[in-house]
């Protein structure tokens, strides 16, 4: 049976209002206020708001006794979080999912197809949105939608009448397991709503990603799933809005391609293959770049609109399913 496996970036939450990452550092301008020498920084930075992070960490790193790049570098995280957690807002239930009323071209239905889903969005648009309608949506496959290795934190506050987004998950302690009646959900970067045992945001951004992910058993061991199910003989990829510009991911996809394991890749994103960017030479005994990856076929349509009717490209989604 073949494996299938889906991988998600900041191009699939936009179809229900998420930021793409150029668009993030305008919103972030207003919420760093008036220190000028952020507002430097995210104007130097203005289609990547995680270069801007990146920039503040350096500077922190570079100075760690200094209190002014400390209280910097808060300030653009708490920004950061203040942006999540306005954005997930939006996602509460009772907000439609789905972006038209035949099932034939159901979102949720779509999902629930898919061994394990790997997310390097931090947003809870999945959480919010999916988790509810994978029973009816699976049929008899899945009991459920989760993040494996993860648990709530009690908080009485906390109603669930369109205040779920705030609820805060922390890490269960090792050895962790994925249940084979739950469809996995793997959030390689962390999420907005998780916390680590101290209390510190378990969210991976800005610089030296792998680095920050290594600190993290649950993160580590989340990145290694990805490894080990890109690497089952017979897996079929597809990529839905990812930019190509996370190595580590990079990596995993190519080195399961050289070792022959990767089947192929299906694309879905605006630009088409030209995400790539152009085409690389290489030298003997270095892993396939992402060029030479076998490609299944891709889609350059918005998603949303495929999936609000669009009968021909939808039937391109479909057809990945096939052996």
Known sequence: MPNHV????????????????????DSLLGQVGRDAHLQAVLRRHPRNFENALSEVQRDYLDATTSAEAKQRLERMQAAITTMFDRLNATFEPPRDFEFCYDVHFSVSRFLAKFDSIFNLNQDM???????GQILTASGVRWDGFASPGMRPLPDPLLTGIGDSYKRRWSPLAPPFSVSPRIQPHFKIHGSSNWVTADGRDLLVMGGDKALTIREHEVLRWYYQEFQERLAIGGTRLMVIGYSFSDGHI??????????GML????????????????????P???????????????????????????TFEHRKFMEFFNP
């Open 284 to 310: 003997i005994n270095v892993p396939s770049p992402l060029d030479e990856v076998p490609r299944l076929g891709g889609s350059a349509r918005p998603f949303r609109a495929t999936f609000a009717g669009d």
């Open 125 to 131: 648009l999945l959480e919010m949105r999916y988790s």
């Open 250 to 259: 990079n990596e995993a996809i190519t080195e399961a391609a050289r070792k």
């Open 6 to 25: 889906l991988l998600l970036g900041a191009g699939f939450s936009f179809n229900w209002g998420a930021p793409l990452a150029a668009e993030v550092s």
């Open 263 to 282: 089947t192929g890749m299906f694309l879905v994103d605006p630009k088409g293959w030209d995400v790539l960017g152009p085409p690389q030479p290489r």
